[in-house]
């Protein structure tokens, strides 16, 4: 699929960029480092992760090229009212799987999709139950997969997810780390809001 536009996927994680290469897409990489991340706290938990995301692509609009799409992305796990982030060591990460286990969470994903003149954006929610999970269980996946760059302390494409998941609502890919159906989706919008003008460009 052409759209017209040289797209960037700003993101190090290599689970967004085998997704978007899912779609048959070509793409460029671009990572700016020390981009904050932070919101408010009067913010709705179910909110946050497209606020982020939004205010990835602003620290990149300075970076842009008249032709180029950048796509920018964050995922945030929620447990009650409670964002969960990534965990900094083995023992915040059992403190949230712990906190998962026997539960139903939440997955959301805020992407946004920005040229130079319009921007996009929106967010993914899928459920995620996990059966109880032992204490042997939880340490055994943190010794041997280490998910300290995994929203929530897990991926659920690894061995948590394949002996703890029960199950799911919404979007597989979504819980990965980007719901490539939206995305495919909004970059036809963008196709059809393109003028012939400029494509000839």
């Known amino acids: 699929m052409d759209i017209g536009y040289k797209i960037i996927l700003a993101s190090n994680s290599p689970r967004r ?9 070509k793409f460029d990489v671009r990572v700016l480092p020390d981009i904050d991340e932070t919101y408010p706290d009067t913010l709705p938990v179910t909110e ?17 090229a008249s032709d180029e799409l950048i796509i920018t992305a964050d995922t945030v796990v929620i447990v009650g009212d409670e964002v969960l982030g990534k965990p900094v060591d083995a023992a915040m990460a059992r403190q949230m799987l712990l906190k998962l286990s026997g539960r139903t969470h939440q997955v959301i994903t805020g992407v946004c999709l920005t040229t130079v003149d319009k921007s996009a954006h929106f967010s993914v929610c899928t459920d995620v139950t996990f059966k109880q999970l032992t204490e042997a269980e939880i340490l055994y996946y943190i010794k041997k997969y280490k998910p300290y ?48 003008q400029d494509c000839q460009q």
């Open 17 to 25: 960029r085998e997704l978007l290469a899912g779609l048959g897409l």
């Open 48 to 64: 946050t992760a497209e606020y982020i995301a939004v205010k990835k692509s602003q620290a990149y609009r300075q970076t842009m």
């Open 149 to 196: 760059d995994k929203a929530g302390a897990y991926g659920i494409q690894e061995w948590i997810g394949y002996i703890g998941c029960t199950g799911l609502n919404g979007s597989y890919y979504n819980v990965m780390g980007l719901p490539v159906q939206r995305i495919y989706s909004e970059l036809q919008s963008f196709i059809r809001q393109r003028s012939p």
